[in-house]
């Protein structure tokens, strides 16, 4: 079997976009891609090059961007990277033999794997939406429904407040696993966890939160507060502490569980 690198050329359509440091649509890099290994499929037919090993694609700065081969047991792979020649993706068969298809983070750390046996796997343990907001919150913060604005939310500022929304996600650098509304127009809005892990302020305004403790809205802005009245906080639980607090005020992680 022969060997081959396949240099890539850019399509003369697209080569002003990638050139001035801009992104094409998802559609258009797509229709690029295709476009682009059908030429190289002919050039090879040409050739009469009709089997690799391996199969790379370089940028216009000689970075390997596709790489394509058999992995260690002789299943196909394809990896794909960044400009800089950094993986942030693999598409792979798994160790069931099914399917795979792993997303890497900027740090070049898998985060989503979407697998044909187990679903989509994710390293965040969290679901949010993103709702307006007209003020800026920080992640962390325990947010309620605002009352004069419809579908918006603000910081909660009461203790066992019914209209608790949830937790606006991302403190720790602990992002979503999944967000709804996505592609939402809205501008100023954040996501806010519904459910699963995530990190919350919190205070021991109404004493030490340890794990294990129910939480609730509190009269610190934006901060959860270990719960002590239950009939008080039907229908204000914002989650469940997961750790103890340490500190007088900061981030804990929660089971988001609105209750």
């Not at 690198?5 to 891609?33: F, H, P």
């Not at 030429?39 to 940028?59: C, K, L, P, Y």
């Not at 679901?127 to 909660?156: H, K, M, N, T």
Request: aromatic residues 4%; proline residues 4%.
């Amino acid at each position: 079997m022969r060997k081959m690198m396949v240099t890539g050329v850019l399509l003369a359509g697209a080569a002003g976009a990638w050139a001035g440091g801009g992104r094409m649509s998802i559609q258009d890099t797509a229709k690029y891609i295709v476009s682009h290994g059908r030429a190289s499929q002919d050039a090879r037919a040409t050739d009469a090059q009709t089997t690799f090993t391996e199969i790379g694609v370089t940028n216009a700065i000689g970075q390997l961007v596709i790489a394509a081969s058999p992995d260690q047991v002789g299943d196909g792979a394809l990896v794909w990277s960044s400009a800089a020649g950094t993986p942030k993706g693999v598409l792979l068969v798994s160790e069931q033999n099914a399917g795979q298809v792993a997303v890497f983070n900027t740090a070049g750390n898998p985060r989503f794997i979407l697998d044909g046996n187990a679903g989509l796997l994710s390293a965040p343990g969290d679901v949010a939406e993103r709702f307006p907001s007209a003020a800026q919150l920080e992640p962390g913060s325990v947010v309620a429904i605002d009352p004069s604005a419809a579908g918006a939310v603000i910081a909660a500022s009461r203790p066992y407040d019914r209209r608790v929304a949830g937790v606006v996600s991302g403190a720790n650098d602990y992002r979503p696993g999944i967000t709804l509304r996505a592609d939402d127009s809205v501008k100023n809005a954040v996501p806010v966890t519904l459910t699963g892990t995530v990190y919350c302020l919190a205070s021991n305004v109404n004493g030490a939160i340890h794990a294990g403790d129910l939480l609730t809205t509190s009269a610190v802005t934006g901060h959860a507060m270990r719960v002590s009245d239950i009939d008080a906080a039907h229908g204000a639980i914002v989650g469940k502490a997961l750790e103890d607090l340490r500190g007088d005020r900061g981030l804990v992680m929660i089971l988001a569980s609105l209750q």
